[in-house]
């Protein structure tokens, strides 16, 4: 990953025919903050999903709390 800021990136695309989805998270965090992150974003988008069919909206953004140890 690029950018030194992302811990945790979801990306679909198109190629040919195909829908393709990539998963892919930093080197340096555990199996466990992965876990926490991924589970944070789905919960998020679930939060979104209940206007996704409004016209206009095309994107969320939310803030993910830190880690519980």
């Known amino acids: 990953m690029d950018n030194n800021n992302i811990l945790v990136a979801i990306t679909a695309s198109r ?12 080197s340096n965090i555990s199996n466990e903050e992965f876990e926490y992150y991924l589970g944070e974003i789905v919960n998020g988008i679930c ?11 095309r994107s969320f953004e939310g803030k993910i709390s830190e880690l519980k140890k």
Request: charged residues 50%; proline residues 0%.
């Open 15 to 26: 190629d040919k025919d195909e829908i393709i989805y990539r998963v892919e998270s930093a």
């Open 47 to 57: 939060k979104w999903k209940k206007g996704i069919c409004e016209e206009n909206l």
